[in-house]
């Protein structure tokens, strides 16, 4: 089993920047594809990034491109999503979650997804 834990989110003005991590437990998950998924009051929970075993290979939903950056440091079990100029329409609950293996043509789907944390919040206002 794998235990995952994200914390860093809070709020901030729009333009700002906050710094999301995601801690696991349980069982090494330096091998394992890890995704960054949010969801905003009223909306599914929609994909944001995702990155492979050995940070190689990246995906982001389109509207985070060139904003949000997915990196990992697997010697800490820990993944992280760097967000810079931040909009009120980012604001939502930022959820990890890791599966053993990436496939590029399914990470952008939440079933693929084995693991996932409880969330944090991110609020994005004037």
């Known amino acids: 089993q794998v235990q995952l834990v994200e914390s860093g989110g809070g709020s901030v003005q729009p333009g700002g920047s906050l710094r999301l991590s995601c801690a696991a437990s349980g069982r090494t998950v330096s091998n394992y594809a890890m995704g960054w998924f949010r969801q905003a009051p009223g909306k599914e929970r929609e994909f944001v990034a995702a990155?492979?075993?050995?940070?190689?290979?990246?995906d982001y939903t389109d509207s985070v491109k060139g904003r949000f950056t997915i990196s990992r440091d697997n010697a800490a079990n820990t993944v992280f999503l760097q967000m810079s100029s931040l909009k009120p329409e980012d604001t939502a609950v930022y959820y990890c979650a890791a599966n053993s293996i990436y496939t590029r043509s399914s990470v952008y789907r939440d079933d693929y997804y084995s693991y996932w944390g409880q969330g944090t919040q991110v609020t994005v206002s004037s």
């Open positions: 990155i492979n075993w050995s940070g190689s290979m990246t």
